[in-house]
């Protein structure tokens, strides 16, 4: 079955840091989302990227989606407390999600 | 809209007890999830619906049932209980249509299953 792997599994920055984490399917994706986990809470949808190659951005975060649509990338500039959580990215349709393992993101002010 | 909730927040059971647990949504959606989430990990499919009547396996269903009888209401049935299924569960709904491309998924809060 379809696998979704996520590196690096926690990242540890400094406040203002950039952070990057990096998403990869075993098989191409029709789309890709991507969801944020604060500690204790449920995840919350970010975004769905659709096309080969494309990008979208929030304000402090940008979204990649490889030309192949197997990978994808979540970054964020100048990282604030806010950005406390765990970064998920998952690949499916109406038939459920398979989510990566997803990253921890641990913010030193 | 009170969007997706379940019940109850927490539970501790005994090995082979059963429970139920509960989730409704209020936004009339008609695909329904359920995921497990064990620490530090992401999620797994357990089951799913497209609609009210009709449910089907996800990735991990061994152990779980699921029926949906309403398009409001999912819920997920235990039996015999195992350490094997302390987890989070996560009910989650979305809105699929032929006019609509994206499957964003709604989440509720979740309910924390300890067996022991």
């Known amino acids: 079955g379809q696998q979704v792997m996520q590196i690096p599994q926690y990242q540890h920055v400094q406040e203002g840091e950039d952070f990057t984490t990096y998403c990869n399917s075993s098989?191409?994706?029709?789309?890709i989302q991507w969801y944020k986990q604060r500690p204790g809470g449920h995840p919350v949808f970010l975004i769905q990227?659709?096309?080969?190659?494309e990008v979208k951005k929030q304000k402090r975060l940008t979204f990649q989606f490889g030309e192949a649509k197997k990978n994808s990338s979540l970054h964020i500039t100048a990282t604030q407390t806010t950005d406390v959580g765990t970064y998920f990215c998952a690949g499916g349709g109406a038939d459920g999600l398979t989510f990566g393992k997803g990253t921890h993101l641990i913010i030193q002010p | 809209n009170a969007g997706v909730t379940q019940t109850p927040k927490f539970r501790i059971l005994k090995i082979g007890q059963s429970m139920t647990l509960q989730c409704a949504q209020d936004m009339n959606h008609n695909y329904m999830y359920w995921y497990r989430q064990d620490p530090g990990m992401g999620l797994k499919l357990i089951y799913y619906s497209v609609g009210a009547g009709i449910t089907d396996k996800g990735e991990v269903p061994n152990g779980y049932n699921v029926s949906r009888s309403t398009t409001e209401d999912f819920p997920l049935r235990l039996e015999l209980a195992a350490p094997s299924q302390t987890s989070v569960y996560f009910c989650?709904?979305?809105?699929?249509?032929?006019?609509?491309?994206?499957?964003?998924?709604?989440f509720g809060p979740g309910t924390r299953l300890t067996v022991t």
């Open positions: 098989t191409t994706l029709s789309n």
């Open positions: 989650a709904s979305s809105y699929s249509g032929s006019a609509v491309s994206s499957y964003e998924q709604y």
């Open positions: 990227l659709v096309k080969s190659g």
